[in-house]
């Protein structure tokens, strides 16, 4: 085996490799894109400058590919949309914007204003006592969970004097609040402790509070960090600064491709339901804010592509509560931003069916690109035929290397798919998805058979596996209109509505 990779866009020679394992595989996802060279240009220029891109052709011709590695080229999101809760009109919650630096600004501050952390045995002693950490009869520690002492098996708080006749019942009581919420409730026992010290000769104020099985020590900075969140206005992340640049929103719904105020059956009240703010949900386009949204299929969106375009001519989209018959259907925020690069992909039969205005936004501030279905067949297009089979192969991650010879398999299947489907010869098919299961479907074979490599045998075998199914009917029924008659019998005749109306359309004419 070639130790080093071969990197066959810089020398297209296959006599320099010997199996799929010699080819390198390059870093940039763009340059995985096969026989696209218009495509991956503009896609290029997309990225940098920000336009939208209308992808035309077949499906595996490379469309999601290359929305997906275009959205690798944009550099990160520098915001974070955030929705927050507007105490005169709570039904209309602010938006804000914040900053990359900003936010991590202030999640530094946020985590200094959290404290720090020490283990209850660090602690004064009457702090770990009070706060429950420590047994006052044996000195024993053990988690503020048990109400009992582990060791001594006395209330670590003391005992309870009371008279009550019912003290019995009250205690049962106190052991169902500990079960659930924890240890609050107890006498004598506290959620946090305040006392002060003396630190570079100035006393200072410090609280120690009850944190799981430690204890959290609020100096007089922590404090006043604290306080200054407090006094801010509640407010939800609604698009993380951390975020996937390429959102996918193929097949989404109304609600999934333009936000929504989720349901509160206490319509919002103040002390029983959940605030507005909290239920505002955000779309793709919301997600997709200074990345990519990539919807394939583009035509079945039907009457939402209206939404794509203003949200594209805006850059700002309101997200409002969709079902009338929600509580929060009263809420709305309006200019959340939503600056994407637009990316639509459709088959050529379906050209016609996107919105007019939309395709103007696109061609105004983009580009339309007809995908390739062939490449020329030479020696430079089969190295990255070869590429291809290598990158199937490492995104497979289940099956073996492929040989030179089953390279070679597949490039002579690739010349008689362009010339059976696209009527081209000295060509190569760029329908590589249908190409690619091929060469799963002969990785599936090496593997059951314990070989090494895929070889040119598999490929042969897996041939008969990966036809289509037309393709089948015909060789067995001679034809697929024989193949269907064949394959329902009289009782599905009987039954279906189809064959029962053209059974009976004589007989209702007659009465219409």
């Not at 492929?402 to 390279?407: G, P, V």
């Amino acid at each position: 085996m070639i130790e080093e990779k071969v990197d066959l866009r810089r020398e297209p020679d296959l006599n320099s490799i010997q199996s799929t394992f010699d080819i390198a595989i390059p870093n940039d996802p763009l340059m995985r894109v096969i026989g696209q060279e218009e495509a991956v240009k503009l896609s290029r220029i997309a990225a940098k400058q920000r336009r939208h891109l209308l992808l035309v052709g077949p499906p595996g011709t490379g469309k999601s590919m290359i929305a997906q590695a275009l959205a690798l080229h944009l550099p990160r999101p520098t915001e974070e949309i955030r929705v927050v809760h507007n105490p005169e009109n709570p039904e209309r919650p602010f938006v804000e914007v914040k900053k990359a630096e900003d936010v991590r600004r202030e999640l530094e501050s946020r985590e200094f204003a959290e404290g720090e952390l020490i283990d209850p045995k660090d602690a004064p002693i009457n702090v770990a006592e009070k706060l429950g950490y420590r047994c006052k009869n044996c000195g024993t520690y053990s988690s503020p969970k048990d109400r009992y002492c582990p060791k001594c098996q006395r209330l670590k708080i003391g005992e309870i004097s009371s008279t009550n006749p019912f003290g019995d019942l009250i205690g049962g009581l106190f052991e169902v609040t500990i079960g659930a919420a924890g240890i609050s409730g107890l006498p004598g026992m506290n959620d946090r402790v305040t006392t002060t010290r003396k630190r570079l000769g100035k006393e200072e104020v410090i609280v120690f509070e009850r944190c799981g099985e430690m204890i959290r020590v609020l100096d007089q900075d922590a404090l006043e960090k604290r306080r200054e969140f407090e006094k801010i206005s509640p407010r939800k992340v609604l698009v993380p600064l951390e975020r996937n640049p390429f959102v996918l929103a193929t097949g989404a719904s109304e609600t999934e491709l333009l936000g929504d105020v989720r349901h509160d059956p206490y319509g919002g009240h103040p002390s029983l339901g959940t605030p507005p703010y909290e239920r505002v949900v955000p779309g793709a386009i919301h997600e997709a804010h200074e990345g990519v949204l990539f919807l394939d299929e583009l035509p079945h969106l039907g009457h939402l592509q209206r939404f794509i375009l203003t949200a594209m001519q805006e850059k700002r989209f309101p997200i409002s509560g969709r079902n009338p018959q929600s509580a929060g259907a009263s809420v709305r925020v309006d200019n959340v931003p939503c600056d994407f690069i637009f990316v639509g992909a459709c088959n050529i039969q379906d050209l016609e069916q996107i919105l007019s205005p939309l395709r103007s936004r696109i061609s105004g501030n983009g580009y339309e690109i007809l995908m390739e279905t062939t490449m020329e067949d030479n020696e430079s297009n089969r190295a990255l035929l070869a590429q291809f089979v290598a990158q199937e192969i490492s995104i497979d991650g289940r099956i073996p290397h492929a040989s030179r010879s089953a390279i070679d398999a597949i490039i002579n299947e690739a010349r008689r798919r362009a010339k059976i489907i696209d009527g081209k010869t000295n060509a190569l098919t760029l329908r590589l998805r249908e190409l690619g299961g091929l060469i799963r479907s002969a990785g599936d074979l090496a593997i059951i058979n314990g070989d090494k490599f895929i070889e040119e045998k598999h490929i042969k075998a897996a041939l008969k596996h990966c036809r289509p199914a037309e393709e089948q009917i015909k060789d067995r029924y001679g034809s697929y209109q024989r193949g269907l008659s064949a394959d329902i019998t009289t009782s599905q005749k009987e039954r279906s509505p189809y064959y029962f109306w053209n059974e009976h359309r004589d007989q209702d004419q007659m009465f219409h």
